[in-house]
């Protein structure tokens, strides 16, 4: 059984930075696409970054470009999530996703993820 697990959440002022980690057991990691995604109160759960399987390629939604690094160690069989400058926007529950099918794009949909972490809760005061 597949299992992920994040880690590295908390509180932060605005302009701060925090490392994201998930950690991914029961798998086949290094053939997994992850992605992370993110849900505020009161939203929908979106779409944040995303890396291939290889790593050889990323995606990143427009609203962390320039701030944001997704980044994996299949050594380790871990996927990290850089945050920079961070917003209070950016406040909400960060959560992490394997995709199984392997494939030439990273996908940026919910629908395309197999497996889930239970998030950590990511803070950002003004």
């Known amino acids: 059984q597949v299992q992920l697990v994040e880690s590295g959440g908390g509180l932060v002022q605005a302009g701060g930075s925090l490392r994201l980690s998930c950690a991914v057991s029961?798998?086949?990691?290094?053939?997994?696409?992850m992605g992370w995604f993110r849900q505020a109160p009161g939203k929908e759960r979106e779409f944040v970054a995303a890396?291939?399987?290889?790593?050889?390629?990323?995606n990143l939604a427009d609203s962390v470009k320039g701030r944001f690094t997704i980044s994996r160690d299949n050594a380790k069989n871990t996927v990290y999530l850089q945050m920079n400058s961070l917003k209070p926007e950016d406040t909400a529950v960060y959560y992490c996703?394997?995709?199984?099918?392997?494939?030439?794009?990273?996908?940026?949909?919910?629908?395309?993820?197999?497996?889930w972490g239970q998030g950590t809760q990511v803070t950002v005061s003004s």
């Open positions: 996703a394997a995709d199984r099918r392997i494939g030439p794009v990273v996908r940026t949909t919910i629908t395309a993820y197999d497996y």
């Open positions: 029961g798998g086949t990691f290094s053939w997994f696409s």
């Open positions: 890396i291939r399987w290889s790593g050889a390629s990323t």
